[in-house]
């Protein structure tokens, strides 16, 4: 069975640095997609970032590119998504997804970034 | 990048009549070397993620019940539901994966009249 387990909600406060975690499992981490979608309160979906861990190409939506760091551990088949200086504004919940077309969506990570 | 649009932003149907969204991307998502639509269609329930309905604009995805169908070509897309029924309620987006960033619309809010 394809599972991706997130890391548990953060409070955070403007400024701090945060890593959020997806680990996977059932398939063969090395041969699909994995990226990151975020849905800000009340609002819609939202590409960040996607890694292709068998070669570790990455791609990001010109919206975030530079504000997130994308990244992916083989050997224990798990994504990351980390931020050096959270905004108030990154307040969100975080989806880790498999795939251009998500057949398999984490459970969500929820991120409060607040003084 | 290609911008997806959505038709209605919201839509109360009654129960058993039919529902329609539609889906209009920027650009042509039919790719000339197989002849596929890269579009897809996700349902989000309140406090769940989305869930996989449609692929390839017609593909259903496993355990998707028949009444869901996705149909359209090139840059204009419908989602039906035959026969709504009361779990059907929930947002439904449309996305395309042609290529990155695979963009969604923006949702479609299905409610029962």
């Given at each position: 069975?394809?599972?991706?387990?997130?890391?548990?909600?953060?409070?955070?406060?403007?400024?701090?640095?945060?890593?959020?975690?997806?680990k996977t499992?059932?398939?063969?981490?090395?041969n699909?997609w994995?990226g990151?979608?975020?849905?800000?309160?009340?609002k819609?979906?939202?590409?960040?970032?996607?890694i292709y861990?068998?070669?570790?190409?990455?791609?990001?939506s010109?919206?975030?590119q530079?504000?997130?760091?994308?990244?992916?551990?083989?050997?224990?088949?798990?994504?990351?998504?980390?931020?050096?200086?959270l905004?108030?504004?990154?307040?969100?919940?975080?989806?880790?997804?498999?795939?251009y077309?998500i057949d398999?969506?984490?459970q969500?990570?929820?991120?409060?970034?607040?003084s | 990048?290609?911008?997806?649009t959505?038709?209605?932003d919201?839509?109360?149907?009654s129960?058993?009549?039919r529902?329609?969204?539609?889906?209009?991307?920027?650009?042509?998502?039919?790719?000339s070397?197989?002849?596929?639509?890269?579009?897809?269609?996700?349902?989000q329930?309140?406090?769940?993620?989305?869930?996989?309905?449609?692929?390839?604009?017609?593909?259903?995805?496993s355990?998707?019940p028949?009444?869901?169908?996705g149909?359209?070509?090139?840059?204009?897309?419908?989602?039906?539901?035959?026969?709504?029924?009361?779990?059907?309620?929930?947002?439904?987006?449309?996305?395309q994966?042609y290529?990155?960033?695979?963009?969604?619309g923006?949702?479609?809010?299905?409610?029962?009249?």
């Amino acid at each position: 069975e394809v599972q991706l387990v997130q890391s548990g909600a953060e409070v955070k406060k403007p400024g701090e640095s945060l890593r959020i975690s997806c680990k996977t499992s059932g398939y063969t981490f090395t041969n699909y997609w994995i990226g990151w979608v975020r849905q800000m309160p009340g609002k819609g979906l939202e590409w960040l970032a996607i890694i292709y861990p068998g070669d570790s190409n990455i791609r990001y939506s010109p919206s975030f590119q530079g504000q997130v760091t994308i990244s992916a551990d083989k050997s224990i088949s798990t994504a990351y998504l980390q931020w050096n200086s959270l905004k108030a504004s990154d307040t969100a919940m975080y989806y880790c997804v498999r795939g251009y077309y998500i057949d398999y969506w984490g459970q969500g990570t929820l991120v409060t970034v607040s003084s | 990048d290609i911008v997806m649009t959505q038709s209605p932003d919201s839509l109360a149907v009654s129960l058993g009549e039919r529902a329609t969204i539609n889906c209009k991307s920027s650009q042509s998502v039919l790719s000339s070397s197989n002849n596929k639509n890269y579009l897809a269609w996700y349902q989000q329930k309140p406090g769940q993620p989305p869930k996989l309905l449609i692929y390839w604009a017609s593909t259903r995805q496993s355990g998707v019940p028949d009444r869901f169908s996705g149909s359209g070509s090139g840059t204009d897309f419908t989602l039906t539901i035959s026969s709504l029924q009361a779990e059907d309620v929930a947002v439904y987006y449309c996305q395309q994966h042609y290529n990155f960033p695979p963009n969604f619309g923006q949702g479609t809010k299905l409610e029962i009249k």
